[in-house]
């Protein structure tokens, strides 16, 4: 089976090759990241499958050090070295990782292609590909963030570049009137002046947020991006399913790192929330309790060097006593207007990379 694993390795392409390893690591991983660093997809893939325990001691050898020699350079190309606790961690990822190779249904590449898109449901995005959203470039610029090694998409891949300079519109799932009213305002306002809204696909904030520019799409206005914890074959939660048709209906794009199969468990929707910060240029957190998820994804901006903004509330209620503390410890820039959107975005407007055909305005709740 190794050898079949190895001659695919050799003949499939860059996208191909960064699903397959997505596969193997199922997850944010740095071990991964820096050998993406240190060489081409193709070339780690080859290398697990020459290490696998069927193949040859000499071959398992030449592979080991091939994987050895490119974590290195990657780690190298960070500014870091290798650490005798990094080599023990690493020997023991890429195990992991050879057990979910040896697992696959086939070693045909066009087979896996077909399983890992659904049969073309999805669109797989690579770092070289034109749609990928250039702010991600940032998570590869220091040893302990994770980019991810290929994009899932379902809907419009342009979504991902029409703005230069997204907002991620972020908060609690259990929000009051008020968030309700500064959110849909926020977000309307910002789509159509033609910004790309981003956003978790979640209920309360998320939800309203890319309720409101579905309800602005049109030809000349923004689109909105859901990105997800779990992979495009887990979309939820399930009461969002009509507006997951909506954002696909109105030119927009649902998003996973992960591959399709993967479920959303807890921990990812803390990984989740690092690829919200570094698609956007601005976060804007509109209403969160002082445990909110929100305040992971403000964390990321300020960690990423984002514009973070949160809008304050009543200091009585809970649901606000995050985005004020955010704002009292000069986190983020107080915005006192959320219908001008001019505050926490760049000059309106239209939308560049528009996918085939206009989007359909949808309704909402």
């Known amino acids: 089976m190794s ?26 991983d740095i071990m991964m990241a820096a050998l993406l660093k240190g060489t081409a997809a193709r070339d780690v893939l080859a290398a697990l499958a020459m290490s696998m325990e069927d193949m040859p001691a000499a071959v398992r050898a030449e592979g080991m050090r091939t994987l050895e020699r490119d974590l290195a350079l990657g780690i190298a190309r960070w500014g870091c070295t290798v650490r005798p606790r990094t080599r023990e961690r690493f020997a023991q990822a890429v195990e992991r990782w050879r057990a979910r190779l040896a697992s696959l249904p086939s070693e045909e590449p066009d087979a896996l292609r077909a399983w890992l898109t659904a049969d073309g449901a999805y669109t797989v995005l690579t770092p070289d590909d034109d749609a990928w959203p250039s702010g991600l470039a940032d998570l590869d610029v220091r040893s302990d963030h994770a980019p991810p090694a290929c994009l899932w998409v379902r809907g419009d891949v342009h979504a991902l570049t029409a703005c230069a300079e997204p907002v991620a519109i972020v908060g609690s799932r259990g929000m009051n009137d008020y968030g309700r009213e500064v959110t849909s305002a926020l977000a309307e306002a910002a789509c159509l002046d033609g910004h790309t809204v981003v956003s978790g696909g979640a209920m309360g904030v998320d939800a309203v947020a890319h309720w409101a520019a579905v309800r602005a799409a049109g030809p000349s206005a923004g689109r909105t991006v859901a990105v997800f914890a779990g992979g495009l074959g887990h979309l939820g939660p399930s009461c969002n399913e009509r507006l997951f048709a909506a954002i696909e209906q109105a030119g927009g794009a649902l998003v996973s790192e992960l591959c399709p199969d993967t479920p959303p468990l807890a921990h990812r929707f803390l990984l989740r929330n690092r690829l919200i910060a570094a698609m956007a240029a601005s976060v804007v957190v509109t209403q969160a309790r002082l445990r909110s998820g929100a305040l992971n994804t403000a964390r990321w901006a300020n960690e990423l060097n984002r514009r973070l903004y949160a809008v304050p509330g ?52």
């Open 314 to 365: 009543d200091v009585t209620v809970p649901s606000n006593a995050g985005c004020n503390m955010l704002i009292r410890d000069h986190r983020a820039i107080l915005l006192a207007d959320a219908r001008a959107a001019d505050e926490c975005c760049h000059p309106s407007h239209a939308p560049s990379a528009a996918g085939p055909g206009e989007p359909k305005p949808a309704g909402g709740p």
């Open 3 to 28: 050898d079949m694993l190895l001659r695919a390795a050799e003949s499939c392409d860059d996208m191909l090759a960064r699903c397959l390893l997505t596969l193997c690591i199922d997850d944010a």
